[in-house]
């Protein structure tokens, strides 16, 4: 006597098989609008902070530690060939290429107008070596690099403050050294209030050098 055979049931479009496939597509869409929300949200947050950034910036301009122009500062110059007994101008003249100053941001965007080359204090990063600026120095171009940081750091032992929080407002270092360079190619004379020491009311002490 011979078998009947059963014919297999196909499964591949069962009502179950297709209300699943239903239920993943769904789940796939939600996630999909799921992570697209928090992407935008992600990004909402992101121009917020740099909204809130270019506001905050003019009224917090940056400063260099103390500590740093005696350390970074101090390695920087003498690895340029100067030393502590050279000028200003002789590590940046903003008449030819680009000097030691301006070498440090030449390849960093700028975080005020977004375009490359930023400000020497713009390229430095952790608390010990730059900060909110609380001192300003008043000095020249023409004077001695040694003298400008042996000045701080008498101002840091007097007044018995830690040069690691005290945060230098110095033009050349804090001032964008690559507009400045090309407002000067281009004749534009830059207004007074333009530039970050029209803030001094912002910092704790001036010190002036002759």
């Not at 500062?73 to 502590?84: A, N, P, Q, S």
Request: proline letters at 4%; one cysteine or more.
């Amino acid at each position: 006597m011979g078998c009947i055979q059963s014919k297999p049931h196909d499964i591949t479009n069962t009502p179950d098989k297709e209300e699943d496939e239903i239920q993943i597509q769904e789940s796939q869409q939600n996630s999909n609008t799921v992570r697209k929300i928090v992407e935008d949200e992600l990004e909402n947050e992101h121009l917020e902070e740099e909204k809130q950034e270019a506001i905050d910036y003019p009224t917090k301009p940056l400063g260099v530690s103390v500590h740093w122009l005696n350390t970074g500062f101090i390695d920087e110059v003498e690895k340029y060939g100067k030393t502590v007994n050279s000028k200003i101008y002789e590590i940046e003249d903003l008449r030819g290429p680009n000097g030691l100053i301006r070498q440090k941001g030449e390849n960093v965007v700028c975080p005020r107008d977004g375009r490359l080359g930023a400000a020497y204090v713009d390229c430095l990063q952790g608390d010990d070596n730059v900060g909110t600026a609380n001192v300003m120095i008043s000095y020249g171009w023409g004077n001695e690099i040694g003298d400008i940081v042996f000045t701080l750091n008498d101002h840091c032992r007097s007044n018995g403050i830690d040069p690691k929080r005290t945060y230098i407002w110095i033009c050349c270092l804090c001032n964008n050294q690559h507009r400045v360079a090309e407002d000067n190619k281009s004749g534009k004379e830059v207004p007074f209030e333009e530039f970050e020491f029209s803030r001094i009311k912002l910092l704790e002490s001036i010190i002036l050098l002759p």
